[in-house]
């Protein structure tokens, strides 16, 4: 038996079979998808789904589960990572600068998204500085320098110093 559902904003139609969750009514294991929505935030699908034995509706919610980042410091300890605090550092380097709050959102989402996506979920705190830092010197020298100087301890020394000499010429 094939049924049909529809996908996402209902444009697609989908073939699949069958899927099996257990009714919450009669207990059931034989359960249609009538219907699936996405959120608007995209992070979780809400799908309804039809009982084949007593034919009642239910509502399932698929969500992706939180992978949590952990950030391993200088000496060796493990933290979470922590967004806020993060996006705070920015934010100061950022004063008197002309990197918005908009740009700096897009640098944590961004590192987020990379971060979460790599192969470990443990990443050293040094390399967040030298990335954050990439992303700053393309927008502003000043920013840069000043979050680089924060992070100094992680950013290669004679780097740095490089770029303090070229910029004072
Ligand atoms: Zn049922």
């Known amino acids: 038996m094939v049924y049909f559902y529809k996908l996402g904003l209902g444009s697609t139609f989908k073939k699949c079979g069958p899927r099996n969750m257990k009714c919450p ?22 799908r309804r789904r039809a009982c084949l034995k ?36 920015i934010i100061r380097s950022c004063e008197k600068t002309t990197v918005s709050i908009d740009e700096i959102e897009k640098i944590v989402t961004d590192l987020e998204r990379e971060l979460r996506s790599a192969d ?18 393309k927008l502003d020298k000043v920013a840069y320098i000043r979050f680089s100087s924060v992070f100094k301890r992680f950013v290669d020394v004679e780097d740095f110093e490089k770029e303090v000499k070229r910029l004072i010429k």
């Open 25 to 46: 009514y009669c207990g059931e294991t034989q359960t249609e998808v009538v219907e699936t929505r996405d959120s608007e935030d995209l992070e979780t699908i809400r």
């Open 54 to 89: 007593c034919e009642k509706r239910f509502t399932t919610y698929e969500r992706v589960e939180n992978v949590n980042l952990i950030v391993i410091k200088k000496d060796g300890r493990r933290e979470q990572f922590n967004r806020e605090k993060l996006r705070n550092g």
């Open 120 to 137: 470990s979920v443990e990443i050293e705190s040094k390399k967040i500085g030298q990335l954050v830092s990439a992303k700053l010197k």
